[in-house]
């Protein structure tokens, strides 16, 4: 079979080249409960074609998943998404986001391996399922900043009525953010880029 006039990719597109300035990578993972924007917000920023495991929703998933305040939505991650991110010339970030569903947690611990932080991801109009999402990196020691993604008809509140909602202490970061738009979902990426070097710096 002559393949010489056929489409067939038999290499990774150019875009999707790594550039050869990269001299360092870190790996981040965007984390949230259910519905929150995770895909989303990997799907905007990644400069690369983001790698996605959505499956659509079936009837299996009635009385396991809660989808409170997300009835209307129709497809789930269960592995992860996963983009990338040049911040600069030499540094990369990796992303993945994590499946929201309860019953696809247990893919967490090896998506948390070798990360050097996350983001969390929330919705103000179900701040209870970021509480065990928030429990879970405080236990495994990963830094992270919290992400206010912005929702119609979602309700405001001051920064530290969620500060104290949440149980954060005062070093997290907490920013507003709308994962649909590329150039906000840079900020939060950002706001964690300065976190973690501000935490890296020794004292004194």
Partial sequence: MDFRNSDTITGPRSEDVLPT???????????????????????????????????????????????????????????????????????????????????????????????????????????????????RLEERGVPFVVAINTFPEAPTHPVEALRAALDLPAEVPIVDCDARLRGSSRDVLMTLMRYLHGISRPVG
Avoid: C, H
């Avoid at 300035?21 to 895909?39: E, N, P, R, S, Y």
């Avoid at 905007?44 to 997300?70: C, K």
């Avoid at 911040?87 to 990369?92: D, K, T, Y």
């Fill in 21 to 135: 300035t990269a001299t360092a990578a870190v790996k981040v993972v965007i984390v949230g409960g259910f519905g929150v924007g995770k895909t989303t917000m990997v799907g905007s920023v990644s400069e690369i074609r983001p790698l996605t495991t959505e499956e659509t929703m079936t009837q299996a998933g009635v009385g396991v998943d809660d989808n409170f305040g997300v009835e209307s939505k129709t497809a789930t991650t269960v592995a992860m998404d996963f983009g990338r991110i040049s911040i600069s010339e030499e540094l990369i970030l990796y992303l993945f986001g994590t499946p929201g569903q309860e019953r696809f947690w247990f893919l967490w611990n090896g998506l948390f391996e070798g990360a050097l932080g996350a983001v969390v991801l929330v919705d103000t109009r179900r701040l209870e399922t970021s509480f065990d999402v928030i429990g």
